[in-house]
């Protein structure tokens, strides 16, 4: 079954196109990386997969989530509370509630599905509470609910942020760079959990990433973008560094993650091997 597919997708931000003719389908149960060079349009098109963004308006593109529309025709399908739960959004900021403790901000997690007037007045049953627990013991944090988010490494935040997409129970879960803030240990501790709920819980997975390395690593298919337009998509181990050479040529040294006295080749391939 297709967890999201998306058709002829356009997106421009004044005279600037973002996103050009973007078509594809992730099937459920994917762990999918999404790559490219800084603005290459990553992050709008995740945004456009939970409508927090509408494609630019014509016939024939598309977004469909968990065979439900999210957009047509750029125009956002009002998105039933029921289809917003069913996706989980991670973000490289966390956004969890700083002065809350960790417990709550993953019962947060149970706001969608729970009648209005208890989600109003904050009231979370036994069993809530048990899954929240349950999900912190998953991500390996159960030591730490009830300290306040603030209080967190960027690891333990973004393990915090994992626990309550488990606790929404959402089936696809996009995560926008999730690691970039983190040290190499927290993020390879993120990655495994991202990987492990792929492949235990079967479910789909989105993650974009600007360490190639990482991406090989933990996930089996790749959809590149270059100045907004699809440039690959297909196995990871398709991504060869002669694609991958191309994919970043106008790229900054940062990106390649190389120093100044190295050319970017070497350094790309040397993040890569
Ligand atoms: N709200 C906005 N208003 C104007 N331009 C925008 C907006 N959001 C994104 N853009 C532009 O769209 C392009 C794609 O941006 P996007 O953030 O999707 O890229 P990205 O690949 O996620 O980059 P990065 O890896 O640096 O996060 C960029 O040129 C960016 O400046």
Redesign the pocket.
Known sequence: MTAISVERLD?S??N?A??RDIGFEIAKGEMVTLI????????????LFIGL?AADRQSHSHVRVLARDVQRQGRLVGARREQRRRTGYIF?QFNLVSRLSVMTNVLIGHLGAMPRWRALAGRFTRREYDAARRALARVGIEDLAEQRANTLSGGQMQRVAIARALVQDAEVILA??PISSLDPRSAREVMEILERINREDGRTVVV?L?QVDVARRYCRRAIA?KK?RLYYDGPISGLTDTRLQVLYEDAGLD?LGVHEDQPPTTGLLHAVG
């Open positions: 997106k931000f004044g600037h973002a996103l490219g060079p800084s603005g290459s349009g990553k992050s709008t098109l995740l945004r963004t490289q926008d760079e974009t600007h973008l907004g990106e």
